[in-house]
């Protein structure tokens, strides 16, 4: 095939990529404005996911509530997830068979269309919110937490604070902006809209917050294990006892303060909202526990990565209590997409599973090297760290490696497949399926 053909063919499946965006955001529009549901939007560089899935299990308790489905954040996912379909892909009697759906949607009337819809937005490119907000009217809009992500198209982290933004910009006066208020960087948000203002964070200058952090463990029969996080959530003049079971770190409660915020903005009481917080589960490849070979416990940390995400994941594997003798060993994989802050984030990391006085480090890609550079500038003996080109050599160095009551931290960016890793080195590699982030079609096969 020749550099024209090449080109003609590139061209053609931009021109009919655009054509699928521009059918997407009109029949979306036409769904929206029969059926006026209220919109839910969360955006941020971290924990955006966590928190759709901890609101959708509030609101879930009182409402019909329709989330993201799988991880439809984009031009093409969000509208999918508004008309509630896969993506046909190149199927074209896939895309016959979603204009039918959408023209039932529009000219019929549809009893089971929910009354609340909750969005995450994703932003990789300079524009991206402004472009989903154009046509999605949010009546509450939730800022996470920023880090430098992204960096090859925004530069610069102030220019990531001015696209997710946007997000609260465009709420109505009579909408609420949920924002993390702990986060330095979005305090600078909070004069940029008009709706009413929800903070929530560990800070007391938060409008809701959360104290008393701390781990449960219980007895499953002579063996300790984790049982959940449990916190006491302050609004408004009350005190909630609240326990998460199955979920891990103390980043995991901004996810459930923002989700009580909702909550709360959908007039919901506290016991509701605590009621459907019991039911709130980390999607998988997100801080999920997964029993390992030689009786070890991973802590799958996969889905993706980032240097801020990667050192709250560090500070989990710091709390977990493991008995005296056993260790704790951190693997990471690349972290994508962070521009000029690439060898910078990962010698950060480095630098933390130090100062947290990780055992070992496993680091596995070209870019990784760097966060084992950043622990022996660190301290860390060289003796410690180990470098692997790919999975499959740390997978089988690890099996090796692994001593009984290791407690094990996975964790890299999406394209470095670190689940593979913890495949390998699951008890129950079967069970990968039903535990293991990108088990399904394309990635497997």
Excluded at 355 to 379: F, M, Q, T
Aim: charged share 25%; hydrophobic share 40%.
């Amino acid at each position: 095939m020749t550099d024209r053909d090449l080109s003609l063919q590139y061209n053609m499946k931009n021109i009919l990529k655009n054509i699928a965006i521009a059918f997407l955001r009109y029949q979306s529009k036409l769904i929206l404005r029969r059926y006026k549901p209220k919109i839910v939007g969360i955006t941020g560089s971290v924990g955006k996911t966590s928190t759709k899935e901890a609101i959708f299990s509030v609101l879930s308790k009182k409402y019909q509530v329709r989330q993201n489905i799988k991880n439809y954040n984009n031009e093409i996912g969000v509208p999918l997830t508004i008309i509630g379909a896969d993506s046909p892909g190149k199927n074209i009697f896939g895309w016959l068979s979603l204009l039918f759906q959408c023209f039932f949607l529009v000219t019929k009337r549809s009893k089971s269309y929910p009354e609340i819809l909750v969005l995450e937005m994703g932003a990789d490119h300079p524009g991206d919110i402004d472009y989903l907000t154009s046509f999605v009217p949010l009546y509450v809009g939730v800022l996470t937490a920023i880090a430098p992500v992204h960096l090859e198209y925004f530069k610069k982290v102030e220019n990531i604070v001015r696209e997710k933004q946007i997000i609260i910009e465009k709420l109505p006066i009579d909408g609420f902006a949920v924002i993390n208020g702990d986060d330095l960087l979005l305090q600078q948000t909070f004069t940029k809209t008009k709706a009413k203002l929800i903070s929530v964070g560990l800070n007391d200058t938060n409008t809701i917050k959360a104290t008393e952090l701390k781990m449960s463990t219980g007895k499953e029969g002579e063996e300790d294990i984790l049982k959940g996080l449990s916190f006491k959530l302050l609004y408004a003049g009350h005190i909630v006892p609240v326990f998460l079971p199955g979920v891990l770190g103390r980043h995991q409660v901004y996810a459930a303060l923002a989700a009580t915020a909702v909550g709360i903005a959908f007039d919901m009481n506290l016991v509701e909202i605590v009621d459907g917080l019991q039911t709130f589960n980390p999607p998988k490849g997100r801080m999920n526990l997964v029993h390992g070979i030689k009786k070890t416990l991973i802590i799958d940390d996969t889905y993706n990565s980032s240097p801020a995400a990667a050192r709250a994941a560090l500070e989990v594997l710091k709390e977990i209590f493991i008995e005296s003798g056993h260790r704790r060993i951190a693997i990471f994989g690349d972290m994508l997409e962070l521009g000029n802050y690439t060898e910078q984030g990962h010698r950060e990391v480095g630098h933390r599973a130090v100062e947290l006085g990780i055992d070992y480090l496993v680091c596995v890609g070209e870019k990784s090297r760097d966060i084992g550079r950043g622990a022996k500038e660190a301290g860390m003996g060289e003796e410690r760290i180990y470098y692997f080109e790919n999975n499959s050599g740390a997978g089988s160095f690890l099996k090796q490696m692994l001593k009984e009551g290791d407690l094990i931290l996975v964790k890299g960016s999406q394209s470095a497949r670190m689940e593979k890793v913890v495949k390998s080195l699951m008890s129950n590699p079967r069970a990968a399926k039903h535990l293991l982030a990108r088990q399904d079609s394309p990635w497997v096969g």
